[in-house]
C-alpha cells in the first residue's frame, strides 16, 4: 500500500525561534568549492534547539539518556488531538479520547501555535495539559507525547527549574514518557492512527537532540 509522509519538522536556520534567553544556533562556513573544493559548516547548537526530544535526564537526577533507550522508543502508532479552541487540555478533555488513546504509542497535541513560529506571539500561554491530565496520561502504555508549540508547560523565567515550575516534565518524563517539542504540520494530519518517527542523533549522555519527525500514512 502506498505510504505518504508528512514532515512535521521546523526548518532549522541561525533565525529560528528560540526558548527566552538560550541561544540561537550558529551555522559557520568552514570549507567552501572554490576555496577547498568541497563545502562544509560547522553547526553550534543546544541539544533543545528547533523540532527536538526530551530524555528523562532532561529534567531528573537519575534518568535515562536518550542513547539508553532501544530504537523502538522513537517509533510507533501516533493520533492527534486537536486543542485549538482550549485554553488548557484538561483531564475531562482527555478522557473523551480514551479509547483511541489506548490503542497508540504517541499522543500529539495540536495547539495551532505552530502558526506562531518565527513570531513573539510563540512564547504567549499556549494550552498545556494539567497535571491531572498529565498524570492521566502516565496510564497509558505510551512512549511519548509531542505538541506543536514550545513546550508541554507553561514558559518560566526563573534561575532554577524545578517541579513545581514544570510539573508536566516531571511527571511524563517520570514516567519515560519522552516529550517532543516544536512539532509543526500538524494539521494535515488525518484524525485515525498513522505512524510516528522521531529519532533523535546518537549523541552519548543525550538530554535532548533535534530530530526529523515524520508521520507516515497509509494511503
Known amino acids: 500500500m502506498p505510504t505518504k509522509v508528512i514532515d512535521l519538522t521546523q526548518l532549522l536556520n541561525d533565525k529560528i525561534t528560540v526558548y527566552p534567553d538560550t541561544a540561537p544556533p550558529t551555522f559557520d562556513v568552514t570549507n567552501t568549492v572554490d576555496k577547498d573544493g568541497y563545502r562544509e559548516h ?30 523502538e522508543k522513537f517509533i ?65 502504555n505510551l512512549k511519548g507525547v509531542g505538541v506543536d508549540a514550545f513546550s508541554l508547560d507553561k514558559i518560566v523565567s526563573a534561575t532554577k527549574v524545578t517541579s513545581e515550575i514544570i510539573p508536566n516534565h516531571h511527571i511524563l518524563l517520570g514516567k519515560e514518557i519522552l516529550l517532543i517539542e516544536n512539532l509543526t504540520n500538524l494539521d494535515k494530519l488525518p484524525d485515525h492512527a498513522f505512524t510516528f518517527q522521531c529519532f533523535p542523533l546518537k549523541v552519548e549522555n543525550a538530554d535532548g537532540s533535534p530530530i526529523r519527525a515524520v508521520a507516515m500514512i497509509n494511503k
Request: proline share 4%; net charge negative; glycine share 6%.
Open 42 to 71: 560547522q553547526i553550534s547548537m543546544l541539544s533543545h534547539t528547533g523540532t527536538h526530544i526530551d530524555a528523562p535526564c532532561h529534567v531528573l537526577h537519575n534518568g535515562r539518556t536518550l542513547d539508553q533507550f532501544p530504537m
Open 76 to 140: 510507533g502508532s501516533a493520533m492527534v488531538i486537536d486543542c485549538r479552541d482550549r485554553d488548557e487540555i484538561s483531564l475531562e478533555y482527555l478522557k473523551t479520547f480514551k479509547s483511541k488513546i489506548a490503542t497508540v504509542d504517541f499522543v500529539l497535541f495540536f495547539t495551532g501555535w505552530q502558526d506562531r513560529w518565527n513570531t513573539a506571539g510563540y512564547f504567549e500561554d499556549c494550552p498545556v495539559p494539567t497535571t491531572e491530565a498529565a498524570r492521566y496520561l502516565t496510564g497509558f
